[in-house]
């Protein structure tokens, strides 16, 4: 069964902004810190942001102030809010538990930014 399901990428020019969204199963979502992730062309997959049940959350250095992860409780679902966008923020982005488990990646929603 399906546990996770990214969606709301897109195509966006430099400065711009998306919301991605990742619907996850209740047992997951309740129970774990949830977090973001991205995978860029020829690189390995990096942590972006994370947040805790208690509202918590922490971010990478490269999206600190641009990037909000918040957490929707009565629909289970995990929020990347992304403004400024920068082409090197292309990429797939994939929400996980953390640290993350090899089992619940699932096939992510692809960011591009460019002109």
């Known amino acids: 069964q399906v546990q996770l399901v990214e969606s709301g990428g897109g195509l966006v020019q430099p400065g711009g902004s998306l919301r991605l969204s990742c619907a996850a199963s209740?047992?997951?979502?309740?129970?774990?810190?949830m977090g973001w992730y991205r995978q860029a062309p020829g690189k390995q997959r990096e942590y972006v942001a994370s947040?805790?049940?208690?509202?918590?959350?922490n971010y990478a250095e490269s999206v600190e102030g641009r990037f909000t992860i918040s957490r929707d409780n009565a629909n289970n679902t995990v929020l990347l809010e992304m403004n400024s966008l920068k082409p090197e923020d292309t990429g797939v982005y994939y929400c996980?538990?953390?640290?993350?488990?090899?089992?619940?990646w699932g096939q992510g929603t692809q960011v591009t930014v460019s002109s």
């Open positions: 947040i805790r049940t208690s509202g918590w959350t």
């Open positions: 209740a047992g997951i979502f309740s129970a774990n810190v």
């Open positions: 996980n538990v953390l640290p993350a488990q090899r089992g619940l």
